[in-house]
């Protein structure tokens, strides 16, 4: 089993950035692929990048390509997801998900999910 608590979220100004972290427990932290999802009040839960277990593989929607960047420190458990230039359109509660299989779009390939953290842009 694998706990997952993601922290770093809270309100920043459209344009700005934000560094969410994901802290797994366990000692097989790189046994698993990692996917941040995000769900903004009224819409379904959206995949927002993934990494491979090693962290060579990153994948990210088109809607934060270029702007968001996942990253993982296998020795602290630690999976990262650096938000710059922010907008509006980007508030929603962030996850943070592991997969003891490749990494993946699909919110369901999952296993393990956190409680989620808050990021509110708005001026």
């Known amino acids: 089993q694998v706990q997952l608590v993601e922290s770093g979220g809270g309100l920043v100004q459209p344009g700005g950035s934000l560094r969410l972290s994901c802290a797994a427990s366990g000692r097989t932290f790189s046994s698993y692929a990692m996917g941040w999802f995000r769900q903004a009040p009224g819409k379904e839960r959206e995949f927002v990048g993934a990494i491979s277990k090693g962290g060579g593989g990153r994948y990210y929607s088109d809607s934060v390509k270029g702007r968001f960047a996942i990253s993982r420190d296998n020795a602290k458990n630690t999976v990262y997801l650096q938000m710059n230039r922010l907008k509006p359109e980007d508030t929603a509660f962030y996850y943070c998900?592991?997969?003891?299989?490749?990494?993946?779009?699909?919110?369901?390939?999952?296993?393990?999910w956190g409680q989620g953290t808050r990021v509110t842009v708005s001026s």
């Open positions: 998900a592991a997969t003891g299989s490749q990494p993946s779009t699909t919110a369901t390939r999952y296993e393990y």
